[in-house]
């Protein structure tokens, strides 16, 4: 399965950069200093991470210590603030990287959850937590309510992630049921977005 | 003491209710969805005993992995979020439930922070954070000050009920303290209630 | 090497009355009650460590459980608060506290994040949370985007100052290190705050 974990890296990455993004981009509109944007940026992409491990009891949490994240984290909310004019133009582009961010982010945290034997709910919320938990720090420290409290087909998705997550994990183990959960999150994303279904994410989240 | 016990748990079911409605209380009135609903009103009801115990050291925290603490906070959020309508015209009801959570998350969690050790400032703020923190919590993720740091004689009680906490320990021993803190501070915000002297609560907090 | 130690020591405490100071004057500001005040107050002075501690996985955190520090946390709280109109008049010499504040939190900060084994990123992070988390917490709270996001000379040296321990550490030892961080720190911050350099921070953060 080879193929599956490389898959399920790239994946990770992506979502980091498009979280880290976001948090970028709501620095500058802001009109926070470069720095802000690069804790707001670092912020929406480890937060949720942190949260989970410090729930579960992983110190330090991995998202810090682990450096691959928080230098790629870094690096694009660095990219996102220095060259928001240029880039903030692909929003629509930048939503569909977010998507893959919320599949792997949710499937990630449900397996970290599973594996550390916290019952059913429990994996659900880890879920959630993970791939919702950096935007609700970023709308927070921005003086907003966060995002995914306002009607918005998001968080539910993120939920979604951990039930299915757990499905799978019965049916056919845990590696298999990251990848499942994180493709139909995915997908179920990508359709929300095409079909237009989530007017409020796209207008208020990015 | 098996009595005991068992009104101890019921008033901690009480206040869980009480504390998990006013936060989809704020929910429904901020105009967030039903997941925002929820979300807020677990938060309320499940947050100071997590916060309580990430600072203990206790991993993962109760409050997520004794399934019918989060299982009533869900419940209870939903029921009030839907039912806001009907429900919200029994504010001086709910007050009333609310004082019976806080004096008995006040109590439990004084009782947790001396089993683990910790000294007299540590079980005094562990009270109080048990008891004030699910709605701080509330009120940052509605983009509001916290309602305790207003005028209201509220998150003086906790902090009271882990002195009272202490007191009790000392002379009569632990499972005495908690009960006979929990129906102290119980009365007292009755008192408090009845007597009106805590129009900024009444107000504001619910 | 007990005159170092000793200096330390004192620059901590300083800091802690300043940060204290900072959020007391907040709360009195934005009109809220003494109870607010100390609770602020005690979590500029606190939060900043209690965060770094929760990160590294040290539990209870110590600002909770070694007394002195939480204890002059709220005295200092608590005066602040109470002769406001005394002394919120000298805030020039509480920016000079403050600085020195500043330099002592992240060079301990780094040091106990250095003990712990965090590679180089999770030093230089933990001396920037040690010296900005209670801000942060001190402004989220009173409902305001963060100062140290806003342009200012601020949050910048306190990553400098991981940064400069680090360096220091790997050439003459811990404890050399956490000293002439310190001082470095204080130095630059005293220059800035002279030169007005950081024209935002005497305007906005106290």
Do not use: Q, W
């Not at 490389?6 to 990455?13: E, H, K, P, R, T």
């Not at 009607?151 to 990848?179: H, K």
């Amino acid at each position: 399965m080879g193929f599956v974990n490389l898959l399920i890296n790239i994946f990770n990455y992506i979502g980091i950069m498009a979280f880290a993004a976001s948090g970028a981009f709501k620095a500058y509109e802001k009109d926070l200093d470069i720095l802000g944007g690069v804790v707001l940026g670092s912020s929406v992409a480890l937060a949720g991470g942190i949260i989970r491990d410090i729930l579960i009891g992983v110190f330090p949490p991995t998202n810090i210590v682990y450096l691959p994240y928080p230098i790629m984290a870094i690096i694009a909310s660095l990219m996102a603030y220095v060259f928001y004019p240029c880039i903030s133009r692909y929003r629509n582009a930048l939503m569909y990287a977010d998507a893959i961010g919320l599949g792997t982010f949710s499937a990630v945290g449900a397996e970290i959850a599973a594996e550390h034997g916290l019952n059913i709910l429990g994996v659900i919320l880890m879920a959630a937590v993970t791939a919702t938990g950096g935007g609700v720090v970023r709308d927070v420290l921005a003086g907003e309510i966060p995002t995914i409290f306002r009607r918005d087909i998001y968080a539910t998705v993120a939920v979604l992630g951990g039930i299915i997550y757990l499905v799978f994990r019965s049916l056919l183990g845990s590696e298999t049921a990251v990848f499942a959960t994180a493709i139909i999150i995915i997908i179920t994303r990508f359709v929300i977005i095409m079909k237009g279904l989530d007017k409020a994410y796209v207008t208020v989240h990015l």
